[in-house]
């Protein structure tokens, strides 16, 4: 809460003398900030110092549901969460959230650069190249570049899964065979 003090003229910035003159006190970050005098009855509102003004936020969140959904080129319904060239952030991967409905499976497609699916829910088979194995919650998968890959939901719910691509996923890093 504000609080009042006071102080005389003569001040170098209100060469009136002898007026009685009361700042508005606030604290932010442990800095003062004098934002209102009070002359008599006129109240008059200086401007913060560009030295006080707030500074950038270093923490960024995105929520789920404020991402737009798309059909990725692998036919997976997509959300990306995070990628350098989408938001202010200083990272080189892209994360985006990933659902396959129940029976489908992806197409067959491979990425010039590494990739990590993180199950979250439901489960399926991870095929890459030549290998495949069963997914659930819980469970971590690393793509390799290069890797020929598509996974199928075997459950009666949706696969849930993270895909985090580094460095960050571009179109024409991926091929849909």
């Given at each position: 809460m504000p609080k009042p003090c006071g102080f005389s003229t003569p001040h170098p910035r209100m060469p009136l003398q002898g007026i009685r003159v009361y700042a508005l006190q606030r604290r932010d970050s442990g800095r003062l900030y004098l934002r209102f005098l009070i002359f008599k009855y006129f109240m008059i509102a200086l401007p913060t110092p560009?030295?006080?003004?707030?500074?950038?936020?270093?923490?960024?969140?995105?929520?789920?549901?404020?991402?737009?959904?798309?059909?990725?080129?692998?036919?997976?319904?997509?959300?990306?969460?995070?990628?350098?060239?989408?938001?202010?952030?200083?990272i080189r991967y892209s994360l985006a959230h990933a659902i396959v409905k129940p029976g489908q499976t992806t197409m067959l497609h491979c990425l010039k650069t590494p990739e990590v699916y993180y199950?979250?829910?439901?489960?399926?088979?991870?095929?890459?190249?030549?290998?495949?194995?069963?997914v659930h919650p819980k469970t971590a998968i690393y793509i390799p570049p290069g890797s020929k890959q598509y996974i199928?939901?075997?459950?009666?719910t949706d696969l849930v899964f993270l895909c985090i691509v580094d460095p960050a996923w571009r179109r024409e890093d991926e091929e849909i065979m």
């Open positions: 560009k030295d006080f003004t707030p500074q950038k936020k270093d923490m960024f969140i995105k929520k789920l549901t404020d991402c737009e959904e798309f059909t990725a080129g692998d036919g997976s319904q997509l959300r990306e969460l995070l990628h350098p060239d989408k938001a202010d952030i200083a199950i979250m829910e439901g489960e399926g088979i991870m095929y890459i190249n030549e290998e495949s194995s069963r199928h939901n075997t459950g009666k």
